[in-house]
């Protein structure tokens, strides 16, 4: 009689499985056919239906690293990293604080705060796009990477914040008083108490943050030019008036998606304890 339940339970844990491997098989599908037409010449890449037993080619790629066109994507490669990579630890160094303040020590009328942060989202970055221009006008500030530094910061702090927060609620209160027992200040509290504990949460705010910033487009595309010039609005570089060149699309695609995917390999495990530390129990 027992035997029922248990039985019934484990065939709806398998069609909940299949159904999970379906739905993944699903979403890697067009990354796996964009992989393999980046290894495909233009012509095999072109054809309709696409042929699946085509001879592999590296052309694809040696076009997006210049050869034949002489236009290196290193400079909007290096834009991208450094864009990235330094709003990230700006956003990081801002909102671990001000979760601490909104988590473990709040601040008055705290709700009112983080509603004000998640105000600021509500905004369409198009409505935004002219101010921003003529201030960076003005200011001698077009074409600048510093000016991306700024705009990715203030645009993904209002995040990082509401998630830091809630990363911090789970840090236990008696380390903290055990550590103001101890004597430790401000600032030894979040460097040796708070980051360690939160350190999955962090990982994951700063994955957040950097792919948000890696896949910005629209303030790239319209505040920089040939300075400044990031991978996203390198790639729209492929669209030309003589036609869409699949393979190297596609093989530019796969190197600009490359360090965003070796982030997320590599902080993995991280990730996976930071999105489930401030999960709702």
Known sequence: MNSAPPKRQRRTGS???????????AFFLPVAWMVLTSFHSETDAATNPPSLGASLSLHGYREFFGAGTGVSPWPPLINSLTASVVSTLLVLALAVPAAYALSI????????????????????????????????????????IWLLVILYTSMNLPIAVWMMRSFLAEVPAEIMEAAQIDGAGLGTTLMRIVAPVAMPGIAA??????????????????????????????????????????????AAAVVISLPVLIAGFAAQDKLVQGLSLGAVK
């Open 15 to 25: 069609l909940l499985g299949l159904a999970a491997w379906l739905c993944g098989i």
């Open 105 to 144: 020590k709040p601040v008055r009328k705290w709700s009112d705060v983080l509603f004000f942060f998640l105000s600021t989202k509500m905004l369409p970055l198009v409505a935004g796009l002219l101010p921003i221009y003529l201030v960076a006008q003005n200011s001698g500030m077009l074409d600048s």
């Open 205 to 250: 705010t700063a994955l957040i943050s950097f792919i948000f910033s890696w896949n910005e487009l629209l303030f790239a595309r319209v505040l920089t030019g040939i300075v400044a010039g990031t991978t996203p609005v390198f790639l729209t570089g492929f669209v030309t008036s003589q036609g869409l060149f699949l393979a190297k699309v596609c």
